[in-house]
C-alpha cells in the first residue's frame, strides 16, 4: 500500500513541475525566475472611452426654489448627473431674519437631494432677475444674520456639499450689481460666510481678483476655505469681465489679461473645486468661436470639475457638432469634467516584491475628497486580502503621472493551485463609495491588474 502511495506522489510532482515548465513558455518574462514564490502575468491595461461616473464632478442640472413659497415640488432631471446646483431665492427676507418655516424648508430640500445620493452646490441669492441694488438687504448686518442662519443647514448637510458660490449679493447672486462691493464690505462679507460655513465646504468667489485680494496674507490651509466658480466661461474674451485685458504688471490694475489669468488658475487652483457655465455670449460683445479643443486647453488650466448640462446650448450645441478622437468634442469635455483616473502600466518587482502602478490623471480636475487606496486580491470571485497603498489620490495632479509602490508579499495560507486576480480600488473615506478608474475591462471601478499563480510544491 505504502509503495502505491510513493508513486501517486512522485507522479503529482512530476505533473506540476511539468506543468510550471509549460507555464513559464506561456509568459516568457517569467522564465529565469523559477526560485520565486510568486509568478505574475499582467494585465493589458487600456483606458476606456466611456465616461464614468463619480463623485463630485461632471455635469449639472441647475433647480431654483424660493425659500418663502415652502412645500414646492422637488423633484431630479437627469438621474445620471452626480451633481445639482441649487439656487435658492431669499429675496423675500430682504428686510428682515430668514423665518423658521423657511430654513425648514431649505433643509427639507438640501435633504431630498442627499437622499437622491446627489451632490450639492449651492447658491442663495436675493435677486434672480439682474436687479440686485433692487433686491438686496439696505443694512450689511442683516446680511451677515442671513449667512449665520443659512450656515447653520449648511453645516447639517456639509458631507453632501461640495461649494456655496457667492455670498447672497448682486445680481443672480453673482458679486456684480451690488452696493456691498466695497473693498470693506467685501470682505467682511466673505469673512462671515466662511466663518458661518465653519470650513465644512468652500466658498467661491467670481473672479481670480477677488480670491487673491481677499486672500492676501492667509496661509495655505485658510486659502482652502476659498476657491472660484465662472459663470461666464468662454462668453467672450474677458469671460464678461472675469478677466482683464493687460498683463499684471501694469500698475494698478488687479484683474490680469485672460492668458496670465488661466496660467494663474493652472498653478494655484490646483486641487481646488471649481466649475461653472459655458456660454455663447452676451449682446454687448460678440461670441466667440472656441473650439472644443481649445475649450479643453483652458477648462484644464482652470481646473474645472463641473459644467452646466443645460445651459448655454449654443455653446454645447457647437461642441457636439465638433469631433474630437472620434467623437463628439461634447462628449471629450463631458468625460474630463474633474478627475479620470487611468492605471498605464504595472510592473512586479519579485526581487524586492513590490508592486509598481503608474496612473495618469486625464481629468481636467483633482479629487477634492479623502480616499483610500488598496491592492485586492481575489480568488474565484471572493476577497482574499487587501493590501492599503499609502497614497494620497488627492495629489494625483490633472495632466500628470503617478507611480504607486506597494510591497505584496503572498502569504504560505493563499497558496493554492487556483490563479489570484489583483485589483487596484479607490474607496471615498467618508462612505466607502467606489471611485471608479477609468480603464477597460474594469470589475465594479477597479482595474484588473494581473494574475498571481502560486505554485505550491516551492512552499511545501
Known sequence: MWREKIKSILSWQKGREAKGRAEK????????????????????LQESRKAIQNPGCGWYHLYTFNAAQTGEPLYIACEEEELVLLRIDIGAFRDKPISEPSLEWIRRILAFFREKRKGMILRFSYDLEGKGLEKEPGSIRLVEEHMQQIGEVIREYADDIFAVQGILIGNWGEMHGSRYLTPDAFRTLTDTMIKAVDGACPVAVRKPAQWRELTLGWTEQEKKK??????????????????????????????????????WQKNEMCGKFCGGEAIWGSGAEPAPFVSAPKAMADLERMHISYLNSTYDLRRLEQWKAETVEDESGLEAIGKRLGYRFVVEGVEFVSEREELQITLENKGFAE???????????????????KIQIATDARLWKSGEKTTLCQKIKLPAELAEPEEQKLYLALYRRRDGRTI?????????????????KIDPIVLI
Open 367 to 385: 479629487l477634492t475628497e479623502d480616499a483610500d487606496c488598496y491592492l485586492e486580491l481575489e480568488r474565484n470571485g471572493t476577497l482574499q486580502k
Open 226 to 263: 476659498l476657491t472660484l466658480f465662472n459663470d461666464g466661461i468662454f462668453g467672450s474674451e474677458t469671460d464678461l469681465g472675469t478677466y482683464g485685458t493687460l498683463s499684471p504688471e501694469t500698475p494698478g490694475q488687479k484683474i490680469c489679461s485672460r492668458e496670465e489669468e488661466l496660467e
Open 25 to 44: 513558455k506561456e509568459f516568457p518574462e517569467l522564465r529565469g525566475k523559477q526560485d520565486k514564490k510568486e509568478l505574475f502575468q499582467k494585465a493589458i
Open 436 to 452: 471608479s478608474f477609468a480603464n477597460q475591462g474594469e470589475k465594479q471601478g477597479r482595474p484588473f491588474l494581473g494574475i498571481f
